[in-house]
């Protein structure tokens, strides 16, 4: 994977049994295919007994392939899907700590009524905000707001659905 041109970002949802060491197999497959996870988000589903992990990647789709068919070969992946940005809705989340003295505060709240941000905090001399969306709304907040000073950032890994009214579940729903 050394020709960067062909190389895009994936997102890859997986339906994998909720049992102990699961996280642990599904990512060193993807380490020891030499990619390296841009993001991470794992969390039970609508059945406690199933996690869906959701792991953004850059590779080239011969490779996101071969991927795919080594997850299906661990034995708790029940299902494995490839997102495209048009064909699903992803978001993240993100808290972020800005400088912010009584002149800015004013600014930035301008910029989170804008980019539909929320004010979880202010004190004299900061304020946390907190943003959902796509990583392009994610990326440009974050960039205005770097003009007033990020002095702390938490963010959590991409999150996917399939448009419409298909849905990826595992075997144990269908």
């Given amino acids: ?8 970002h994936y997102t890859v949802g997986v339906l994998v049994a909720n049992e102990p060491g699961v ?12 990619f390296n996870i ?7 589903t609508q059945d406690r007994t199933i996690s869906r992990i959701t792991l ?7 490779h996101i392939e071969q991927l795919v068919q080594q ?11 490839v997102f495209s940005r048009e064909t699903a809705v992803e978001r993240q989340l993100v808290m972020v700590k ?10 930035i709240m301008r910029l989170a009524d804008v980019f539909r941000a929320k004010v979880l905090d202010v004190s004299r001399s ?3 905000l907190q943003i959902t969306g796509d990583a392009d709304k994610v990326t440009a907040l974050l960039e205005l707001l770097s003009d007033y000073g990020i002095l702390e950032m938490v963010q959590t890994g991409a999150v996917a659905l399939e448009r419409g ?8 729903f269908d």
């Fill in 1 to 8: 994977m050394t020709d960067t041109a062909a190389l895009r």
């Fill in 23 to 34: 996280l642990s197999r599904v990512s060193g497959l993807f380490s020891r295919r030499g």
């Fill in 38 to 44: 841009e993001s991470l988000a794992v969390g039970p």
């Fill in 56 to 62: 953004v990647v850059n590779g080239d789709e011969a």
């Fill in 71 to 81: 997850l299906y070969k661990l034995i708790s992946v029940q299902k494995v899907q």
């Fill in 98 to 107: 800005v400088a912010a003295d009584a002149q800015q505060r004013e600014g």
């Fill in 126 to 128: 900061t304020m946390i």
């Fill in 165 to 172: 009214e298909t849905f990826m579940s595992s075997d144990l």
